[in-house]
């Protein structure tokens, strides 16, 4: 079997697992729905303070709920690996032929195919508060940007999973590292309302990157090029994340 | 043609736990093959190299002809392996996890399907086929992880303690079934094993290990012949045994003995002969004795004679 092959056995593996927790659906799907219900309400008055390139908070809010929302599920896909590494599935995958790269890529497809799918979910949401989204091509770049930002931060929190191994240690690395990416972006304020060196510091953060593209519709003056390169640099993200984690892999493999 | 054979595999863990030092034998092909050994001695680090899954530090090894370090892939392909803890998915079922093994193992769609209910109907598991693994039995855990392992009809098989935490009807017919798959399918099968019975039973040949490496290797039935006589348990109820030993170690006819807290060990040409002997001079130096058996060679008296302990932790003998 090949790369491609395994990678969607291995994605099918996960995905069954996650489809027999029915608690675990239910929170998937409520949790951006709250958010999106809790934020709208929330800051409901903010987008009277200049900006904000559009009249409804809804509408600039619900790309930003479907990035963060795609956000934690890539951050803690780790979890999954952990449980795996655990209960020595990882080590018996280890004696078979199969692919290290297809063991990492089966997880971060899954965790692109379920931020998309709760994309989906806030987009829906947003539609019943009013909230147009764009149109078709809209929610197809928001749709990619959540499934792309998934699976980038997937890879690289399975990699610090296979590091560090332990569900403590993953926590707090991803603690660490991942929450400045989300505060460092544009996700829950306006651009012009972040202070000029955050600003510049955003322009390298992939959350940001994601934001900005799936935002392109509210935002007056967003090119398709500028659209186009962002989801390109996400694509380029997560190729690197998988690569990343491929390689713990091998740190992993060299500590057995 | 040896379908396995390893060579002077040493690994060490950290800075000085020396798990294999110069770890050496090889079974032929169609073999079953047992190693022997207290906790710590280095059993599953061997079997964990030779499945691809760790490095050893120095040595070579090669499975069904294939070079460990430079053929890992051809190795993955030609084996099967039970680890010592069950690695199936408790979130899958039984076949589920079949399935999935055969595919990653490069099956086909058609043959993994029949070969997966084959196994289960083998290992007795029809019924619990389709139920999660969470909801199994020890016992069933266990066969369903010795059905993985055979799933895509490997030439080798490493079993890693594979009857431990099975109740001794369970463990009978694992040996039962082990000794058939064995005799049928012309399976090479490296076992490791706390339980003398089970080597005794199912290996042809076993390897008794300590400290990382083999201390001695034959068939069980040469292993027991090579030890002449009896051996004399003393039991001295609660006077520890360093002094008693060199009571009896002064007697006439007495070949070995070892003390070990309350208990002496003395192996002897004669135990009928021997025991009046000895009770008569424990008792004259003032040793009380609690018991006295007579016992014929087993593996278990093999394992002492030739690691001057009892079958116990290196863990703790190292203490
Ligand atoms: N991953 C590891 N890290 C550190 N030390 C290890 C590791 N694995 C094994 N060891 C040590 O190596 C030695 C050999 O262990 P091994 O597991 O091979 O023994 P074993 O013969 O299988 O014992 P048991 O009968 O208890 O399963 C032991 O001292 C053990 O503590
Ligand atoms: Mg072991």
Redesign the interface.
Known sequence: MNAVGQTLVLFRRVMRNLSRQPIWIGFMLVQPMFWLLLYSQLFRRITDLHGFGTVSYVDYLTPGIAIMTAFFSGSWAGMGMIEDLDRGVIERFLTTPALRSAIVWGRIVQSGFVSTLQALVVLLVGLALGAGNGGVLGWLVILAASGLIGAGLAGFSNGIALLTRREESMIAVANFISLPLLFFSSILIARSLIPGWMRGASLANPVEWAVRAARWHVLPGTSWGQIGLYLGLLVVFTAATGLFATRCFSAYQRTL | MDAVVVSGLEKTYGKDVRALDGMTFSIPEGQVFGLLGPNGAGKSTTV?IL?????PDGGTATVAGHDLAREP?AV??A?G?V?Q????????TGR?NLV??G????MRNADTDRRAGELLELFSLDEKANA?VRTYSGGQKRRLDVA?GLMHRPQVLFLDEPTTGLDPEARAAMWDELARLAAAEQLTILLTTHYLEEADRLAERVAIVSRGKVVVEGAPDALKRDLRGELVTVDLGSSASDGAAKVVEALPGIDDVLAEGQRLFARVDQGAQAVPAILGALDGAGFPVAAVTVSRPSLDDVYLHYTGREFRSDDEAGK
Do not use: N
């Open positions: 964990r499945v691809t899954l760790t490095r892939d993955r392909r084996i392996y680890p803890a069950s690695g199936v998915d408790r979130e899958a589920e999935l093994q595919r990653l193992q490069g999660l993985m």
